[in-house]
Each structure stands twice: as C-alpha cells, then as structure tokens.
C-alpha cells in the first residue's frame, strides 16, 4: 500500500542552524511533492511545490529537495529561527486526493 | 489568511447527535475539499467537491456526508456521533481539481463529542 513516513521525533535544533526534514515515500510515483507548515490548532499553509524533474527548489530560507531513485524529499530551513518553530507536512498525490505524511515537529531553540 | 473561512470555530456535542459544518472556499476557487485531523492520526482526506459535484471520496464513514451548492460553499455533516469522531475538521479549497495544485485550508472546527 502507499505510504508517506516522515521522521514522528520532533527535530530539536539551535536558532540559526540548518533544519533538515524527511520525507519518504513508497509505492507512489509522485509527478510532484508539496510541503506545507502547520501551527497548532490551525491549518496547513502550503510552503513549496517540486515537480519529479526538478533536483531541487528554494524560496527565500527553504530549500526542497527530490529524489525520486530514493523516494525521498529533503527540506532544508537555513538560518532557522523560533518563529519557524512548527509541523511540517509533505504531501503526495496519491490516487484519489493529495495524500499527507503525518509530520515532523520542528522546534528552534532561541 | 488563506481566504477560506469555516464555522462554527468549536461545537460541542453529545454523543448520537448530528452536526453540519460549514465552509467557503476562496473566491474564484471550485474545489472543496474535507479532512479530519485527531491527535493520534495525520490529515486524513474525506471528500472532494468540485464546481458542485462529488469528485473524490477518501475514508469518509457513512454516518458523514457532504455537499457544495451552487454558491460553491460546502458543508460536512455528521450524524450518530461517537466519541471517536473528536477531531479538527479542516476544509480546504483550491483553483480547479488539478491534483498538484496547491490547496489554501481553513481555520478548522473543533469537534468534541462527549
């Protein structure tokens, strides 16, 4: 069956670090990838889109990257900050509806 | 602000009751689209509509049902609840039925069942 995992530990880093985010998939041949931020009680907000024949995609602090030889996507937040302290949820099509991971709690320390 | 609004933000029920919530999508958006979220499970896809019509069915029980009418607004009802059926309910809405675009999602209710 398809799955999405994505790392269930909260990632724990030091403000101005690098975070780096996982997402793996299996039995999915994803012509895309979508990752999105969530804060509790609220809403995903959708962040990047990367297509199968894009390596890689950045927006300002963000970086995306996918793989899809090890059906993996990274996502990077360089110079992190508290403020991007939240869930990130990567997001695949699957074959009826964009199907979600469950999320890695990131939390930047000051 | 994503532009989609949902209501009510919490209800609080009793078990065997029924419930509708409610959703607008963003102007100029045609598709709809429902998710539960508990604490112990991710984002968990219900139902797609598009332009009014039934698109995408995902687990969603028989006890909850959906419809977009013709001002593209949509609500979700739920019937017989069970105290399993707690959760944050999202809507989200995007431009077309294109699986790969990006969906802009509402503030969510906040269901409890006791």
């Known amino acids: 069956s398809q799955k999405i995992e994505q790392n269930s530990e909260a990632l724990n880093i030091q403000e101005g670090k690098t975070a780096t985010l996982t997402c793996n998939y299996t039995?999915?041949?994803?012509?895309?990838l979508q990752w999105y931020r969530q804060d509790p009680g609220r809403g995903p907000v959708f962040l990047l889109l990367?297509?199968?024949?894009?390596k890689e995609k950045r927006k300002e602090r963000l970086k995306v990257t996918f793989d899809t030889t090890l059906k993996q996507s990274l996502f990077h937040i360089t110079a992190s900050q508290p403020a991007d302290s939240a869930t990130y949820l990567c997001a695949l099509p699957g074959r009826r509806a964009l199907t979600f991971g469950s999320g890695t709690r990131l939390q930047v320390q000051p | 602000d994503s532009g989609v609004t949902q209501t009510p933000k919490h209800l609080i029920t009793a078990t065997g009751q029924r419930v509708t919530l409610r959703c607008s999508p963003r102007?100029?958006?045609?598709?709809v689209y429902w998710y539960q979220q508990s604490l112990d499970q991710g984002l968990q896809f219900l139902i797609q509509?598009?332009?009014?019509?039934?698109?995408a069915k995902g687990n969603i029980l028989e006890r909850f049902s959906a419809q977009q009418f013709p001002d593209l607004h949509s609500e979700l009802n739920l019937s017989s609840l069970e105290l399993g059926d707690s959760a944050l309910y999202f809507c989200?809405?995007?431009?077309?039925?294109?699986?790969?675009?990006?969906?802009?999602f509402g503030p969510g209710t906040r269901l409890t069942v006791l």
């Open positions: 990367i297509r199968e024949n894009e």
């Open positions: 039995n999915y041949s994803p012509a895309y």
């Open positions: 509509y598009y332009n009014g019509e039934e698109r």
């Open positions: 989200a809405s995007s431009l077309d039925t294109y699986r790969y675009n990006e969906q802009f």
């Open positions: 102007s100029g958006d045609l598709s």
